[in-house]
């Protein structure tokens, strides 16, 4: 198929020489097309040049067509109208001027031939799941998740000829991600999006894996995707017990041969303190039988070189698929003891919430985006005072907030840590921050150069290695800006977590990995 983007030799370094992406290249064709690869891997800086939003180091883009783009974190000014956004406002009030019988000659210029545009962008609103009211109020009102369909939406208004989409699940409810399955279903353009919604994945027509600064294809949706790499990796692990048992065949025939030397070199040393043959013939024997030798040493040494080769690289084709698994008995909670309790507590939304957690429930806070999940959680948190009632948290407690703003940006991971566990020394710091893969001088990176699934296992080893540890851990939307592997290394840390859960997700597979005992559900 044709390409409609292509990128070739694409290098970028950010400005302190780090090297992001090198050599890159990429052909996109028509349709929907899927991104994935571990976080740090370069997805979001390979958007963004794609879009025009980075200039590359070296190298070209080529686009057939508009791009329209859609960034992760999208940046908005929180006192801007909806309708000014879209750039639909001045329109409005010369449409509102003119059924008020209060138009100017000016208002005609203004609306020239867009006399349907609130009609239009009331379908495209409603088309990504927001409703027509929207368009009178401020950015800052707007949840995370409506702020990602405004973003899509303003896009479809547009009418790019290529959407490129940054992980455009995030902060989605159950309805809204449903919505935009559906756009991107219908969408006759080309799609390249980057995302961990394993659903969204599911319905593109291939998969690029971006991994050690290249590209590989595989056709099909996310399940075809996962079947492809299962062959593969069960592919590699037969390749390396294949290269093992070589390399352990050719360390057998060197020490046969070595026995088999020395044998001769044995016979060879009393044939001449024997002296049967003159001495210029012995001596022409040994020349000979040495060179031999060595030719038959040489030939040993290169045979086990070559096995060891194979081995090396059979061994960088296996995937490597790293877990956490930490041991925190300090976190362990009595089955009967109260977590948490409310007493008539209404939040600041108005909301009437009843909250009890005992022991080690895992309790999923769900609703649709702006029901108040987000709000519960800082308000068990303190961070936000109640309408009204009153909160009880009996154990030590932590919150992982949606924004991931614990952290300091100038200190390494290291004093980061340290800093919610100053009673721990340095060295016992790292090695609590080992088993959160963050090893030797990773562990000294600072906090403000990591990708968002590093910020993310940052700040949940923070929060777990904590002083005193976390019985009670409360979760904002923890799959937001991780990847599929970062995905499986959170469920496998919180496996280990002998506290209480309260989780507030929009992702329901998740929520049925982490073992879910009871679902609040805010209305």
Known sequence: ?????????????????????????????????????????????????????????????????????????????????????????????????????????????????????????????????????????????????????????????????????????????????????????????????????????????????????????????????????????????????????????????????????????????????????????????????????????ATQEQRLAGARERLTEAEQRVRELAEIHVDLPGTAVPGQRVVLETHDLVLRNGLRVDLHVRGTERVAVVGPNGSGKSTLLHTVAGSLAPATGSVHVRVPMRLLPQRLDLLDDRLSIAENVARFAPRADANAVRSRLARFLFRGVDADRPAGRLSGGERFRATLAALLLAEPEPQLLLLDEPTNNLDLASLRQLVTALESYRGALLVASHDEGFLDDLGVTRTVELG
């Open 1 to 297: 198929m044709p390409a409609v983007l292509t990128a070739s030799a694409l290098t970028f370094a950010w400005p302190d020489g780090t090297a992001a992406l090198s050599g890159l290249d990429l052909q996109v064709p028509p349709g929907r097309s899927g991104l994935v690869g571990s976080n740090g891997s370069g997805k979001s800086t390979l958007l963004r040049l794609l879009a025009g939003e980075l200039r590359p180091t070296a190298g070209s883009v080529t686009v057939q067509g508009r791009i329209g783009y859609l960034a992760q974190d999208l940046t908005l000014r929180a006192d801007e109208r909806v309708d000014e956004h879209l750039g639909i406002a001045p329109v409005r009030r010369a449409l509102a001027a003119l059924d008020a019988g209060d138009a100017a000659p000016h208002d005609f210029d203004v609306i020239g031939d867009r006399w349907d545009v609130e009609e239009l962008t009331v379908a495209e609103l409603d088309r990504v799941g927001l409703p027509a009211g929207v368009l009178d109020r401020r950015l800052g009102e707007l949840s995370g998740g409506e702020v990602t369909q405004l973003g899509l939406a303003r896009l479809l208004l547009d009418e790019p000829d290529m959407l490129l989409l940054d992980e455009p699940t995030n902060n989605l409810d159950r309805d809204a991600r449903s919505k935009l399955h559906d756009v991107l279903g219908s969408w006759p353009g080309t799609v390249l999006v980057v995302s961990h919604d394993r659903p969204l994945l599911e319905r593109v027509d291939r998969i690029a894996e971006l991994s050690d600064r290249s590209l590989r294809w595989y056709g099909g949706g996310w399940s075809a995707y996962e079947d492809a790499v299962a062959a593969e990796q069960a592919s590699a692990e037969q390749a390396v017990r294949t290269a093992q048992a070589g390399l352990r065949r050719e360390h057998r025939d060197v020490l046969d041969a070595g026995r088999v030397l020395a044998k001769r070199r044995q016979f060879a040393a009393k044939a001449f303190a024997n002296k049967r043959e003159p001495r210029a013939v012995m001596r022409v024997r040994k020349r000979t039988a040495q060179v031999s030798a060595a030719k038959y040493t």
